[in-house]
């Protein structure tokens, strides 16, 4: 390993304490992953244990088969989720150092090459182990269990045995998400605040005692997280898919083949997005600060590509061309009478192409979409920095306004979707079209850890007081990482939209609502119509509140640290460290404490609704939840990511205001193009008032983009499969009415 | 007129000021409704028009006496809120002066119940004046179309063309509250932030240009833009209980009272308000300060009660006990074969009684929820107060926070009502159930419009130049305001909800699609589903964004001002008068610039679905829009309501920060309750750390909690009336199915 190029301090000594601080981030992320685990073990068990009764209690009698091989899928989804998270985020640790020291290499090209490709590829083992593992185990309980059940006329029970997997990796993907993310805000606001308004001094400072816990988090949330979250919409889109194609008599009776073909298209993505992760990194490696973002998103393009154009054969292969999609009876006599049943497909490959295809390029476009609200190239971010002109306030409303404008596109490509792919193939459609989203996974993983690796190898050169040169680097490594994290955000809400939507199809499939359709008019699926869609809201104001509130200890600690310890502030010669540990522990048992509450509301809404109210209330319950968490999260996520991004282009100075001769300015001074002598054109940098009122506005979008909204895509899918998975217990209460025996609306 | 107790400038001098800034407001107030109503005339004269074509076109034969008859009403409608908004607005203007110069009274007592009783008399005569011209407007288009229709035969007919008039006063209460929000959002962000930020000097100080525009949009906007806002529920409400009554055989055989029994709750209500009006008047009139909040709060409790006392008489007197509430047979045949079907009525007055009686609690209970989350008296906006000693980044998140939870009580509430009304009485108890929660109306508008009338009484004082004390008292008097003020937010998003409901109902009976129920599972129900959440945010980005637009306008024009305008900013002697008319120009020519957006993406949105999609389509847009704009609404007011009055409590110095000693720190210091000398208490005031970062929020607010919030109620209502009106238009296009002709579901 060459050394660095510019030596402005002992370099020997920054690698000394580069090695401590990655040694510090491994403990502090070990320590946390260790605790937040023994909870979720012990929930698996009791959860685990529950169902197998609950489950197994259908239409009254008592199938233990049943209930205790849902409880194993269940159980086994949970573990491997819990791997994938642990992998992940090892390897988010490991490759946090070795980028900032590939980011130290001469010249400048190799280093950004080489720091680059660290990140990507270390971004990329997280993603292809995850979809790998996933699909691989999921293969082999299916296969576990085509021993015990006789696939032709059991194909139904079988794959709702399967679905336990599906709660399962949701189940700790819902604590992994909520933790994670109550954890990292809480060490990032908690950091943040007190360095600048306790302390004064600099994010990211080696005095501030909360550094650690802040890089700690970035990679228990941002990777840990965003990788348990898109792994449980795998499993749950994989789920959904299965059970839906379990109830046509004809997809199951067309062979083994077609029925799982579902894990045929998550399994050819694999390979799409392996092939086309050489481009990145060896084929159009990347030579400068320009050509990042260009080649993460020309990824995300090839991938998509890359799928539509495999696609088509392997529907051919698979789907035979006729089919009905129910259970009663044979595709002839069904679609004989039936003009415009979605359920009769008649060109079904075809069909099926077209139903992936539209999950595809939908999710790409939200992609996009979500990448032009959010980067500083494009108007509306630098209309946020501009309205810091006025001060936080403005800023605040426009990057609300701007949020809320986000919602737009994404929420009509999602009807879209929604409707192409539900005339053409009814529910399965929807679910092959959640799966075509899901089809670029691997790659999208990729890039969505690559920026947290690059945040976090950014932090470390600070700490290590590396020289400047090494973090505008990493700066300009993460800046891109921003963006590309926020098109992975757009994907991560489009697919789990999709994924519950699909579910919820699955739900309604299984107890047999659909015969007689869900009236929306019905009292009670309109009442939990409205529940349902302020369930995002109670669930947001948790999340973030708690984020609040550990930040808000934190803060306390570090004032504490600074009080007590001596020199430290000051940063004099010889001083005591700060403790690092005790701000982790803040983190940590803050997020541990505070994900419970949110983690029942979520899971036992579900399950009161259809216990007391019936099938129908929660069919309202989930649509509701449904529909007004996607607005939300879309929302959150995209108004935090334009603030953040809002303040990195008043960083990088990207913000002129114009100011009358007589105020009183400091910093470089431009005069207008034509010279004006009563204007100067002002370039605000860190320091300035803009950025002061930028700042304001990164924060308070933290908990939004990092914590609530990504925390809203696990509330719509874990509802979702936990109706499905509890769907023959409601069942069996007054014929899926509930204890309160809730009346169907007569037609 | 008795004098200022204490003269600390010129009294006749003062007087003379405020002569002058109450012609000044009133002219300005003017001049906008002027405008405004401008373009409100063109609208409904070409929209007007337009409906004679759309309306007459039923099952594709021309039937123009209907399509004339709804285009007048429609009119009538319109004008109607107009004028109502003008009295309320000319009233409010002419009482804001005066209260102000009864706060200059002595003794004390004398001026707490004469202003007091100024302002809330104010706010009386313009809830009676609303609600009673609006009643007997209805009451005599009834009567005049009952000479052209015949009752028996065509009631159905005859309430859809009454319908317009509904119609008419929600599209004019489009423009009132988006119009009217952005005006007067525009000059109170824009006169703070250039107070504050540009010159540094105190909110309402005469030097400022924008201050006269701010006090204009008060009226505006709180005023005018609240009395068009509850007279279109009022109006909605009443029409779709009428067209719903109308389907019914049994109702209208019953005979005309009972056909028109709607009519008759609000008459009573409006008795019962003014009976009640009394107590807070002459029978327990206000005394000090502790009394007033008391004082309205019990206003609205007593009125509730009255209400529920006298409705079961009503109920009694008027309904028929056995009823079905449909139109193909009687009673019997109907009813014989179908349990658990809601439109079986076998105890009439009292189901009529019980949905009333829910709506009214309904509505107090929320208006009390709301009361707890905006009131600095709990613990909710204490802490979100507290929170700002962290910044205002914690301010905002905590803000946020409290909003997105305090829609958890109200959406239950709605939705115990739909769920309990639609039990009982089908769709004619959900529209009882909002005409309960509007019985309150006048009650209601009396209390909110106390709060705009203190607000600009507390500004003209501070202009005038007047004493000390009298602006403390008009601030105790805006501050209970403030609190009612949000309790009359929730009860107007409530009933807003309920409205809405009521009205699609309505659509589905009169589109008949009840017959075979709407099937939430239908893709293209479930896709505009998804589109009509999606519409509630796009509203609010826009109107949000206007805001800011307009008020960065008004901030430029001030800094222009400052800088042309000698000795202006100084306040040296002689100076010339600031140029206030520029500003109110810049809040007019802004609010009407920038509600034309909204307003077509309000009343297209609904046209073009029916239009393209048919009439299922419709039905999911509008309960999409429903149950997501619920939500963004209370949440929006109430967060709004929470920061301003974190900052009033701040302001009064009930904020105590406990700081370490070597902290320096100016103001009043107090030791902890054992004397400590490790850490001092700080209260903070005007001017401190926590003030500015409270005062953030409160800017934030603004547009959240006076704008977009409370024009999200129109949203709903308006989509939901407008496709009511345009129902039979939608059926002519492919039997209900759209140009598209999108099919319906199979069951």
Known sequence: MEKAEAGEGGDADSYQKLRQIYRDIQTGAKAFLTAEYGMCVKFIAVFGFAMIFFVANVDGRWDFKIGALTAFSFVVGGVTSMISGYIGMMIAVFTNARCTMTATLSPDAVAWKESFNVAFRGGAVMGFALSGLGILVLYFLICMYVTVFDVASEAIKLFECVAGFGLGGSAIAMFGRVGGGIYTKAADVGADLAGKVVAGIPEDDPRNPATIADNVGDNVGDVAGMGSDLFGSFAEATCAALVIAAQSHDLVSAGWDTLIFPLYISAVGILVCAAVSFVATDLKPVRDEAEIEQVLTTQLALTTIGMTVVMYPICATFLPSTFYLGARSTFAASCANATGNSKCVTNGPFHAFCCISAGLWGGLIIGFVTEYFTSHSYSPVREVARSTETGAATNIIYGLALGYKSTIVPAGILSGIVFASFSLMDMYGVSLAALGMLGTLSTCLAIDVYGPICDNAGGIAEMAELPETVREKTDALDAAGNTTAAIGKGFAIGSAALVSLALTAAFVTRTSVLDHGVNMLNPVVFAFLLIG?????????????????????????????????????????????????????????????????????VMTSPIATGIFFGVEAVIGLLAGGLVSGVQLAISASNTGGAWDNAKKYVEKGGLFIDMPKRDNVTGEIIRDELGSPVLISVRQRKGSDCHKAAVVGDTVGDPLKDTSGPALNILMKLMAIISLVFADYFMSINNGQGFLNVPRQAF
């Open 533 to 601: 869609s302020m369930l995002p809201y109670w669930f947001s104001a948790m999340t973030m509140k708690s984020v609040g509130v550990a930040a808000m200890e934190m803060v306390k600690e570090v004032k504490r640290q600074f009080d007590t310890i001596p020199g430290l502030l000051e940063g004099s010669p010889g001083h005591a460290p700060p403790d690092h540990a005790r701000c982790i522990k803040i983190s940590t048992d803050a997020s541990l404490r505070e994900m419970v509450p949110p983690a029942i509301l």
